[in-house]
């Protein structure tokens, strides 16, 4: 199964609706790393099988990237 | 307020929502199995009452939250009460229960109708003031901190929203409450050991149910939370209740 086709099963109006849990901040699409991307929490949420993952548990901490 | 693990007092909150995890991924594949079982099938009737006090509204746009509706059984009665036009977002805190229910979708052909977000009812991934109703139904009981669902729950509603929330209650009827006592300490766990090969997490649900709030208790959570108009209706002599809120 390709990373591709998962990706594409999320709807991208659910994309736009979703928030960080935490901060409740807008989220931005990472498609290269298929992650939902909270600046304000510094948070990435992956996307697991098309579903959105948005546990602050499940989350990558962003490093210091400029 | 107090964390209860079933009867098994634990720490933290944090605690309680492991152990609630590994008892709904023991069971995800069999849990609407296993839900048949041990209510006769009376939980399909509960939750066909429950969408039919929503009343969902047929219009394009109306949009819903179901929490802790992993598998999708709120979502789809939902979606087919509005005509099709309803749009459900389904939040479950574990993947193995909306895997179960995004295949289902699927097979149904309703997945332009609803989607699936793995996250926590005490942090919901939404705006405020986004949602149409709120449903949820034998899920608030698992949730940690109740208090903190209900104000998230409060918080995605629209104005003129509505809350409904289904969940085992306490019986109120003479020798019913004996008879549901004994059916439900003795025989779930072993159907669910028979069915799901693991009699554990049937123990859990079962005692979890006993530390619920009773119907009146959990009314002034809901009130407290900021929800008007608060009432809740029996179902088979309460051993199931709905509780109905409105944000206005």
């Known amino acids: 199964m390709s990373r591709i086709s998962e990706q594409s099963r999320i709807d991208p ?6 928030v960080c849990p935490l901060t409740k901040g807008r989220l931005e699409w990472d498609g290269v790393r298929s992650e939902l991307v909270s600046r304000s929490a510094r948070l990435a949420y992956p996307v697991r099988d098309g579903i959105p993952v948005l546990l602050p548990s499940e989350a990558r901490t962003l490093e210091d990237e400029g | 307020m107090e964390t209860a693990y079933g009867f098994r007092e634990v720490e933290s909150a944090a605690t309680k929502q492991g152990l609630v995890d590994g008892v709904f991924h023991k069971v995800a ?17 509960w939750k066909n009452a429950m969408v039919a006090w929503l009343n969902p509204s047929p219009k394009p746009g109306w949009r819903s939250l179901d929490v802790a509706g992993g598998t999708g059984d709120i ?35 309703l997945s332009a109708n609803v989607d699936f977000v793995e996250a926590n009812a005490e942090e919901l991934p939404f705006p405020d003031n986004h949602f149409d109703a709120y449903t949820v139904a034998f899920g608030i009981r698992n949730v940690p901190r109740i208090d903190v669902a209900l104000s998230e729950a409060y918080r995605v509603l ?13 019986v109120d009827v003479a020798g019913l409450d004996k008879i549901y006592e004994a059916w439900s ?30 119907q009146p208790r959990f009314a002034e959570m809901v009130k407290r939370a900021g929800f008007e108009r608060v009432s809740w209706r029996d179902y088979s002599g309460g051993i199931a209740a709905c509780h109905s809120g409105w944000k206005l």
């Open chain 2, 75 to 109: 979502a789809f009665r939902i979606v087919d009460a509005s005509r099709g036009e309803a749009h459900v977002t389904v939040l479950d805190i574990n993947g193995s229960m909306l895997g179960v229910g995004r295949e289902r979708a699927e097979k149904r052909g």
């Open chain 2, 158 to 170: 629209k104005p003129g929203g509505r809350f409904l929330c289904l969940e085992f209650s306490e």
């Open chain 2, 29 to 45: 594949s069999r849990y609407d199995l296993m839900n048949d079982l041990m209510s006769g099938g009376l939980h399909r009737a």
């Open chain 1, 13 to 18: 109006r659910l994309l736009e609706l979703l």
């Open chain 2, 185 to 214: 300490f003795n025989a779930i766990p072993r159907i669910g050991q028979m069915v799901t090969g693991d009699g554990e997490p049937y123990s859990y649900l079962v005692e979890s149910i006993r530390k619920f709030p009773n």
